[in-house]
């Protein structure tokens, strides 16, 4: 079966290809200046995506948990002597401990939060070669108004498919590209590029006409609020 190389550009960033076929689509790579300059915007996010394979706990975090613990004062036993100090002095102690605790929280829970995140990344890589490399793997490309390509490499098997926007124009920090799932005419947005090129993974892909992307406001929109820049059909 013969293979466009172009549709190996997705699957090369990710490492996803088997020796032979990387050193094929290296070859294509020299001589075509297409796939030369979507490479980098291909680059990014799979940069993105690589910060799931490592994730070190906050610096400092074991050191503070380990300050707050020795030098916190602790509640000393209240002798009948002493009874008839206020609740609040009473409870002072504690108060403190709780303090020197909740702080320990807060920059454990930033680690928790960070790891959670890391998963997501990873997940999102495996599912995206996943689809990248299936052997019904099927890809479709449209030129974006003002400047790029928008490509979906799609598996009906797996019911799936990855959006890629390639060299898309970068966008300030208040818009964003958004992707709209296209069906019976009616868009349902699945998620955000970014402000730049970008892959994004989608599930659930049966019954889709079309991928489209819109420039949004930051942060997305219910609905479509400009013209798509770009319409890759399935």
Known sequence: MTVDLHHLLAP??????????????????ASCEQCRSELGGFQATAARLGEAESVTPPAGLRERVISLASTTSQEHPVVTALSSRSRARQALPRLIL???????????????????????LRVERAEMTAVLTADDATMKVRGAEGGGTVRVIASA?????????????????????????????????????????????????EGAEAYAVSVEPAGGSAKPTTEPIAATPM
């Open 98 to 120: 709780a303090a020197a605790v909740a702080a320990a929280v807060v920059g454990i829970g930033g680690f928790v939060l960070e790891r959670q995140r890391a998963e997501d």
């Open 157 to 205: 098997e797996r019911d799936a498919a990855v959006v890629v926007g390639a060299a898309l124009p970068d966008l300030d920090e208040d818009h964003t590209y958004q992707v709209w799932h296209m069906e019976d005419g009616e868009p349902t947005s699945v998620g955000m590029l970014g402000d730049g090129p970008g892959m994004l993974y989608v599930a659930g892909i």
């Open 12 to 29: 090369y960033t990710l490492d996803a290809l088997e020796a032979d076929e990387r050193s094929r689509f290296e070859a294509h790579l």
